[in-house]
T-cell receptor
Framework: NAGVTQTPKFQVLKTGQSMTLQCAQDMNHNSMYWYRQDPGMGLRLIYY???????DKGEVPNGYNVSRLNKREFSLRLESAAPSQTSVYFCASSDNNNEQFFGPGTRLTVL | QKEVEQNSGPLSVPEGAIASLNCTYSDRGSQSFFWYRQYSGKSPELIMFIYSNGDKEDGRFTAQLNKASQYVSLLIRDSQPSDSATYLC??????????FGAGTRLFVKA
């Protein structure tokens, strides 16, 4: 079992470029999450998907979109990247609202 | 006021000592409480969860919950240098939203 996987591990974008962060889990979890982590601010929820076919906004959804492609995969898209989106992005999954398992993260820099 | 508060540290303890990490939360309706460990440059990993008032022990780790005081703590007994990490307190306030504290950095001196 790979657990939660994320691609890419690192990315540098210019302001205004777009990109999609990919996430997949093989634990048959219903729920999946996207967080960003900035120094001194902890993990902040961007979007979550309680189950296949549903997505909902979290604390900081502006500038992002998500797609729950199937039960395994949950992607995060930045349509027009801004320097304020420079962060480390973590995907996580859980069996409903219980303990969450995190992927290795994507370190994104927007110039 | 932040919803989940932790002292940022660093908390420095000698090897073999007890490390005590504390967390307060603001939502009295919170139901589930978690402690994650995060090594530098790595992702968070779950080490403890607690749902009921009182203590829960797992090896060298003990989680303590006091809902009346809105307080969660994590005790690490016989601290090892390998315990040096940032510890994140997380609180599920209902539904699918879990609020994370900013974390406490722990340094265990050999």
């Amino acid at each position: 079992n790979a657990g939660v996987t994320q691609t890419p591990k690192f990315q540098v974008l210019k302001t205004g470029q777009s990109m999609t962060l990919q996430c997949a889990q093989d634990m048959n979890h219903n729920s999946m999450y996207w967080y960003r982590q900035d120094p001194g601010m902890g993990l902040r929820l961007i979007y979550y998907s309680a189950s296949e076919g549903t997505t909902d906004k979290g604390e900081v959804p502006n500038g992002y979109n998500v797609s729950r492609l199937n039960k395994r995969e949950f992607s995060l898209r930045l349509e027009s990247a801004a320097p304020s989106q420079t962060s480390v992005y973590f995907c996580a999954s859980s069996d409903n609202n219980n303990e969450q398992f995190f992927g290795p993260g994507t370190r994104l820099t927007v110039l | 006021q932040k919803e989940v508060e932790q002292n940022s540290g660093p908390l420095s303890v000698p090897e073999g000592a007890i490390a005590s990490l504390n967390c307060t939360y603001s939502d009295r309706g919170s139901q589930s409480f978690f402690w994650y460990r995060q090594y530098s440059g790595k992702s968070p990993e779950l080490i403890m969860f607690i749902y009921s008032n009182g203590d829960k022990e797992d090896g060298r780790f003990t989680a303590q919950l006091n809902k009346a005081s809105q307080y969660v703590s994590l005790l690490i007994r016989d601290s090892q240098p390998s315990d040096s990490a940032t510890y994140l307190c997380a609180v599920n306030t209902g539904g699918f939203k879990t609020i994370f504290g900013a974390g406490t950095r722990l340094f265990v001196k050999a």
